[in-house]
T-cell receptor, first 115, second 113 residues
Framework: DAGVTQSPTHLIKTRGQHVTLRCSPISGHKSVSWYQQVLGQGPQFIFQYYEKEERGRGNFPDRFSARQFPNYSSELNVNALLLGDSALYLC??????????????FGPGTRLTVL | AQSVAQPEDQVNVAEGNPLTVKCTYSVSGNPYLFWYVQYPNRGLQFLLKYITGDNLVKGSYGFEAEFNKSQTSFHLKKPSALVSDSALYFCALFGAGSYQLTFGKGTKLSVIP
């Protein structure tokens, strides 16, 4: 079975631009979460979506937005990019969004560099 | 608020020796605890989890972890380290009813041949 897939793998943007990152969950998983991992730190929670609805949001500015599609894939959008947005963006999928079985499976990530 | 602490930035161990990577946590209620491993330029790979039950949890690649509620710890262990175990290890936590996985800052494990 295919794991979580993310595209693109690498991306270079300049300050002020907009970026869209994509994620496809494991088949049968209905929840997608996004995390930002800055170099040298652990991943930080950005969003969780379940059944196309936002179920949770981390401490990130409104420049960050996301959505989930009927096939459970997801997009993360970041507007007005800042140098500090340079990071590895990880997508994780799970069967449900909370409770005992919310084991999350991570994709390989998208490395975003903002110049 | 929930939090995870990994007190060691780096752990060095000789190949064949036992290894321990430390993790402590803070959360209201019962925790759901996880260990993930990250190899260079890769995403996170799941190693093991603690939900309820036996305090000693066995996971992938010979790793195990011991849940200690009184010490609020969840240390990762392996009886005999391999050079291929060298990677970045993250401890993570869900609080009960939480949708947010909270990570520690990670511990770099280096296994020396």
């Amino acid at each position: 079975d295919a794991g979580v897939t993310q595209s693109p793998t690498h991306l270079i943007k300049t300050r002020g631009q907009h970026v869209t990152l994509r994620c496809s969950p494991i088949s049968g998983h209905k929840s997608v979460s996004w995390y930002q991992q800055v170099l040298g730190q652990g991943p930080q929670f950005i969003f969780q979506y379940y059944e196309k609805e936002e179920r949770g949001r981390g401490n990130f500015p409104d420049r960050f937005s996301a959505r989930q599609f009927p096939n459970y894939s997801s997009e993360l959008n970041v507007n007005a990019l800042l140098l500090g947005d340079s990071a590895l963006y990880l997508c994780a999928s799970s069967r449900v969004y909370s409770g005992d079985y919310n084991e999350q499976f991570f994709g390989p990530g998208t490395r975003l560099t903002v110049l | 608020a929930q939090s995870v602490a990994q007190p060691e930035d780096q752990v060095n161990v000789a190949e064949g020796n036992p290894l321990t990577v430390k993790c402590t946590y803070s959360v209201s209620g019962n925790p759901y605890l996880f260990w993930y491993v990250q190899y260079p330029n890769r995403g996170l790979q799941f190693l093991l989890k603690y939900i309820t039950g036996d305090n000693l949890v066995k996971g992938s690649y010979g790793f195990e972890a011991e849940f200690n509620k009184s010490q609020t710890s969840f240390h990762l262990k392996k009886p005999s380290a391999l050079v291929s175990d060298s990677a970045l290890y993250f401890c993570a936590l869900f609080g009960a009813g939480s949708y947010q996985l909270t990570f520690g800052k990670g511990t770099k494990l280096s296994v020396i041949p």
